[in-house]
Structure formats: C-alpha cells, structure tokens
C-alpha cells in the first residue's frame, strides 16, 4: 500500500460520510416538517466533509505513524529530535520510504553479518597460526634444553651444537614478534613514512649486495632487465629505509624459492607519474588458487618448506602494508614452472 491508496481510501471514506449525511439530513427534515433547504443541507453537508477529512487523516496518520515510529526504533541507532519526528507524515510517501529503509537496513545488517563471519574466520585462523608458529620454536626449544640438562651438557660434541640450535630458534621467535609489531604499527599509523629522494637503482644494487653470499648458495644469478646500463638513474619519492625492506623481502623471498642455478631479475617501467617496479623469477611457480591469500598474515603456499627456510610468515604481508601506506598498489602474478612477478609502483620524483 502506498500513499496514493490510502489518500483513496481517505477521500472515499469521507464521502460516504458526506452523502451518509445528506441523506440523513434530507430524510429528517421531510419527515418532521415535510420540507427541506437543499442548499443549507448541501453547504452543511460540505462542512461535515472537511471535518471528517480532517478527523479521518489525522486518526489514519496517528496510526500509521505510531507503527512506523516502533519499525524505526528497531532500524536506527541514531535518536530523532522533536522537528525531525514531525515531519513524518502521509504526504511524505511514508510506506513506500519505510519499505525502502527497511530495505537498506535489512541489506546493511546482511553485510555486517557477512563482514563479521569473515572477520570471526580470520581471527580464528591468524590465532591459530600464531599460536602455531610459536609453539614449534618453543617445543624445539624445550627438546634441546631438557637433552642438555639430562647430560647432553657434559658433551663437548653436542652441547654447542644444541645451543645454536636453540639460539636459532629463540632469533625466529623474536624475528616473528618483530614483524608482528611491525604489522601492528603500520596499520596502526604508528609508523610515519619519512619521504626523501633516493635512486631506486642504487638501493636495488645495494639489496643484491646484501642477498648476493644467499643467492650464491644457490648459484642464482640476481640481475637488473637489459634495459638498466651501469650508470642508469630512476629517481623516486618514498621512504628509502621501508622500500629497502620491500626489496629485501621479495628479492630474498625469489631465492628462497627459486630453482638452482636460476635468475631474479628486476625490471623498472615509466608510467607518468609512477616508476612500476618488478621483481621476477624463474623459480617453481605459485598455484593460481594461492594468489589472492598470498599477503595474508603467516599465510604459506607451501607449509613445511617455508617453515624449514626460517621465514615468520609475515614478509610479503609486511610488503603489502608498506606499499599501501605509500598509497600504492602491489601485484603479484605467477605459473607452476615458469616463475613468479611481484610488481609495485612508487611516485616519481619531480626534478
């Protein structure tokens, strides 16, 4: 029922007042005096019609309105003030405008519900993930620390070597709660960007730098795209320190999970504005359902091997929250057997 029907309603139901009332009127004055004024029955009949029009919107409007007022109390969480309440009326297409914000509410409790499923499934999972990535350094830990006390220690053969295991093990505990932090600030704004001008080449250089004695034990060749000479300059604003951790995280990440005697190459893209970088291998390939989850926290492709190569877990999400807070974007895109390219932008320096 819309406005237009109950305006319908209202008129029709007045005028069978009116014509009820004239003919009423009409029947008494002949039968009590056998005479009748046409013209004061009509003119008193028309008042009678704009009282009961009157009375009759203004009980159909209380009515609805009370209703209404109830459904809304249910949908808002936002109190309306006196003003605000008067203006609820029937000339305001009251059903069809409750029908909609029902509508718009019963969608939005939808979503939140959906949004807290996720959130709840997330939280279930990053929990569980913590906890194990934690317990494993812990038990691996206590193992050492009781072989040691039952004797081990008197070992001179052994008890070094359980030390450093567990030294290992205490440097990942500490390199996950790190990364944790850093996360944690970064979403936070804990963490401000300290933007300057730096040459992206040059800190790549220095990145393969640090990689280079890694790469090497895998005989894996770290190299720019043909395109970047000895001398070649690509001038960028951001903050050097963070997008130094970027490189060192997805270059190191191409190592570690690239084929023997491979290559990680990376590649510079002018784009107005914006320097696409690209970080590619031709290591074992991500599987397409993986992609998507890939900067997730402690989220791994492959479980055992990434544990037994020391990472936290936490490096490519760490990546994706340092470009996002640059306000940029990062991608990744991959084949079984072909390799893996993660690709970002960083603003241009003006000259």
């Known amino acids: 029922m819309n406005f237009n029907n109950i305006n319908k309603i ?8 009116f ?39 203004k009980i159909i409007n209380d009515f609805i309105y009370n209703r209404i007022k109830v459904i809304y109390k249910t949908i808002q969480n936002v109190k309306k003030t006196k003003e605000e309440k008067l203006k609820t009326r029937i000339d305001d297409n009251i059903i069809e405008t409750v029908s909609r914000d029902v509508s718009i509410w019963a969608e939005q409790k939808k979503k939140e519900i959906e949004d807290l499923k ?3 499934n997330y939280r279930r999972e990053f929990l569980g993930n913590v906890s194990h990535e934690l317990k494993t350094p812990l038990f691996n ?13 008197e070992d001179s053969q052994v008890n070094r070597v359980y030390l450093e295991k567990t030294e290992k093990n ?32 040059a800190l790549t250089r220095e990145v393969f730098e640090m990689l280079e004695v890694k790469a090497s034990q895998k005989s894996i ?35 570690n999970y690239g084929n023997e005697n491979g290559r990680t190459k990376v590649s510079f893209y002018d784009m107005n504005d914006l320097i696409l970088v690209e970080v590619s291998d031709n290591g074992i390939g991500i599987e397409e359902k993986h992609l998507s989850r890939l900067f997730e926290r ?10 037994n190569l020391g990472g936290s877990g936490l490096g ?30 960083l603003s241009k320096a003006k000259h």
């Open 221 to 255: 060749i770290l190299r720019f795209h043909d395109s970047i000479s000895e001398n070649h300059q690509i001038w960028v604003k951001a903050d050097r320190e963070k997008i130094q951790q970027v490189l060192h995280n997805l270059i190191e990440n191409s190592i």
């Open 10 to 17: 209202l008129l029709i139901g007045t005028l069978i007042v």
């Open 141 to 153: 830990i206590q193992g050492y620390i009781l072989t040691l006390l039952d004797g081990a220690i």
């Open 316 to 345: 490519l999400a760490i990546v994706k929250h340092i470009i996002e807070s640059h306000n940029q974007t990062i991608n990744v895109r991959s084949a079984i057997g072909v390799g893996t390219t993660f690709s970002f932008t």
């Open 19 to 57: 014509c009820a009332y004239v003919l009423f009127v009409s029947a008494l004055s002949y039968l009590v005096s056998n005479y009748f004024n046409f013209w004061i029955i009509v003119i008193s009949g028309l008042f009678v019609y704009v009282i009961s029009y009157i009375v009759f919107r």
């Open 170 to 201: 205490i440097e990942r505990m500490i390199n996950i709660v790190k990364d944790l932090e850093i996360i944690s600030q970064l979403e936070s704004g804990e963490i401000k960007l300290n933007y300057s001008k730096f040459d992206i080449v």
């Open 118 to 120: 996720k959130l709840e």
């Open 298 to 307: 402690f989220y791994r492709v492959d479980k055992s091997r990434s544990r």
